[in-house]
């Protein structure tokens, strides 16, 4: 019977916090991942497909023809799509993301979950990990993607959370902080990480500035991305155009020049992976600002204004400011967007409070942020209307379609019905 209960207590959980997360990792600590799957595939209000990984999952190709297979078993049309492509080296990874999406969407038109059970099995393809991120990002409203692993997968969980794309759960206990499970106190070597801004390391309270260059220093901040990365990933983050043996080699000059600007092996190799020195305790500027956007999205929190307040004060700006790497500029957005979510939280909060100049204040700082991001436009026309100022509700809205219109756009629907209802 406690058992029994202690299974619920997690299923509700379950429910609960994953409503709107477009996937669910059943964390490698819970001791209740399989009879959790078991839960979600007796349910009857939940429509759920699943897929076990195996050892013939060894590349994106063979992946999506073993869930094909299988989940044609379970619903006769799925791979419509996919099955107009042959799954060769000619069809590109997009194409199949497309498609791949395309089936997920057509297999109802009600809320769906999919398990990607034993996705350790997978842990050396690279590219399946890559696709499955993209999935995440791409995964119809309506679909759900929960994985279910006895290691935590390569995939950038934090950035993912960041973005409200990723819920973590161990048991009946969301994951809110330290989500890598990395050394944060203790032994003689203590790193301070910021990479919210311009980006800078402390060593034991002494900034580092050494770095023969900016790779090294970008290499680490890479490193802290995911759980583990493999030498694959560095190298096609870094150095793509590059042929493998080259790459490889600017590579081992960077670590080793990152290695010498801390004065001790920061990275580590073991089984195939590279991560944070596990002696290092580490403090990382990400990991407060994400545990803070999970605390203040949390129903249990009760000073939200505290925390939605501490997030914005631990956004020092934009991720790895002044860098255009590609990977940069995606984890910016990512950051960015959570950022966007405190003010915005923040901003209704002093609304609540009958403080609206103050919510302004904060909206248009919003806006200088990000000036295409249209929730904020939103609110920043709802509180014009609210204090009996159309004209400058208006002023806004137009504004914003002139800039629109630069880049052949126009607004979404729901800013446009917002207009019309102000106006009427």
């Given at each position: 019977?406690?058992?029994?209960?202690?299974?619920?207590?997690?299923?509700q959980t379950f429910k609960e916090r994953t409503a709107d997360a477009s996937i669910v990792l059943l964390h490698p600590d819970s001791r209740y991942r399989s009879m959790l799957v078991a839960q979600l595939m007796s349910d009857p209000d939940v429509q759920?497909?699943?897929?076990?990984?195996?050892?013939?999952?060894?590349?994106?190709?063979?992946?999506?023809?073993?869930?094909?297979?299988?989940?044609?078993?379970?619903?006769?049309?799925?791979?419509?799509?996919?099955?107009?492509?042959?799954?060769?080296?000619?069809?590109?990874?997009?194409?199949?993301?497309?498609?791949?999406?395309?089936?997920?969407?057509?297999?109802?038109?009600?809320?769906?979950?999919?398990?990607?059970?034993?996705?350790?099995?997978?842990?050396?393809?690279?590219?399946?990990?890559?696709?499955?991120?993209?999935?995440?990002?791409?995964?119809?409203?309506?679909?759900?993607?929960?994985?279910?692993?006895?290691?935590?997968?390569?995939?950038?969980?934090?950035?993912?959370?960041?973005?409200?794309?990723?819920?973590?759960?161990?048991?009946?206990?969301?994951?809110?902080d330290n989500f890598y499970n990395m050394p944060t106190e203790g032994g003689d070597l203590h790193l301070e990480v910021y990479a919210l801004g311009p980006g800078y390391v402390l060593l034991n309270g002494e900034q580092i500035d050494s770095w023969e260059?900016?790779?090294?220093?970008?290499?680490?901040?890479?490193?802290?991305?995911?759980?583990?990365?493999?030498?694959?990933?560095?190298?096609?983050?870094?150095?793509?155009?590059?042929?493998?043996?080259?790459?490889?080699?600017?590579?081992?000059?960077?670590?080793?020049?990152?290695?010498?600007?801390?004065?001790?092996?920061?990275?580590?190799?073991?089984?195939?992976?590279?991560?944070?020195?596990?002696?290092?305790?580490?403090?990382?500027?990400?990991?407060?600002?994400?545990?803070?956007?999970?605390?203040?999205?949390?129903?249990?929190?009760?000073?939200?204004?505290?925390?939605?307040?501490?997030?914005?004060?631990?956004?020092?700006?934009?991720?790895?400011?002044?860098?255009?790497?590609?990977?940069?500029?995606?984890?910016?957005?990512?950051?960015?967007?959570?950022?966007?979510?405190?003010?915005?939280?923040?901003?209704a909060i002093r609304m609540e409070e009958g403080r609206q100049e103050h919510a302004l204040g904060l909206l248009q700082r919003a806006v200088q942020e990000n000036d295409r991001y249209e929730p904020i436009h939103r609110q920043i026309m709802q509180l014009?209307?609210?204090?009996?100022?159309?004209?400058?509700?208006?002023?806004?809205?137009?504004?914003?379609?002139?800039?629109?219109?630069?880049?052949?756009?126009?607004?979404?629907?729901?800013?446009?019905?917002?207009?019309?209802?102000?106006?009427?």
């Open positions: 019977m406690v058992l029994n209960s202690l299974i619920e207590a997690s299923y759920t497909f699943y897929y076990a990984m195996g050892p013939d999952d060894v590349n994106v190709r063979a992946f999506l023809s073993g869930i094909t297979h299988d989940l044609a078993n379970q619903h006769p049309t799925f791979g419509r799509y996919l099955n107009q492509l042959q799954f060769e080296d000619e069809d590109s990874i997009e194409a199949l993301l497309n498609a791949f999406v395309a089936d997920l969407s057509d297999l109802s038109n009600e809320p769906l979950v999919l398990i990607l059970d034993e996705y350790d099995r997978t842990n050396e393809a690279d590219d399946i990990q890559a696709f499955v991120e993209q999935v995440a990002l791409r995964i119809p409203s309506h679909c759900q993607l929960v994985i279910n692993s006895r290691g935590l997968p390569r995939l950038p969980w934090v950035s993912l959370i960041a973005q409200k794309k990723a819920v973590l759960l161990d048991d009946d206990i969301q994951v809110a260059g900016h790779l090294p220093r970008l290499l680490f901040f890479f490193a802290l991305d995911r759980p583990v990365v493999t030498r694959s990933e560095i190298c096609e983050a870094f150095w793509p155009d590059l042929e493998n043996d080259q790459a490889v080699n600017v590579f081992h000059v960077t670590k080793r020049r990152l290695h010498k600007a801390l004065d001790f092996d920061v990275l580590v190799h073991e089984d195939g992976y590279y991560r944070v020195n596990p002696r290092v305790s580490l403090y990382y500027d990400i990991m407060h600002f994400v545990s803070a956007l999970v605390a203040g999205r949390s129903p249990d929190t009760e000073n939200k204004s505290e925390i939605w307040q501490q997030a914005f004060d631990l956004y020092g700006g934009p991720f790895l400011q002044g860098h255009s790497d590609k990977w940069i500029l995606q984890r910016r957005a990512d950051y960015q967007k959570g950022y966007l979510e405190a003010l915005s939280q923040m901003a014009y209307a609210n204090l009996g100022r159309r004209s400058e509700a208006a002023a806004h809205y137009q504004k914003f379609v002139e800039q629109l219109k630069g880049e052949g756009k126009s607004p979404e629907l729901e800013t446009q019905e917002l207009y019309k209802s102000i106006m009427s």
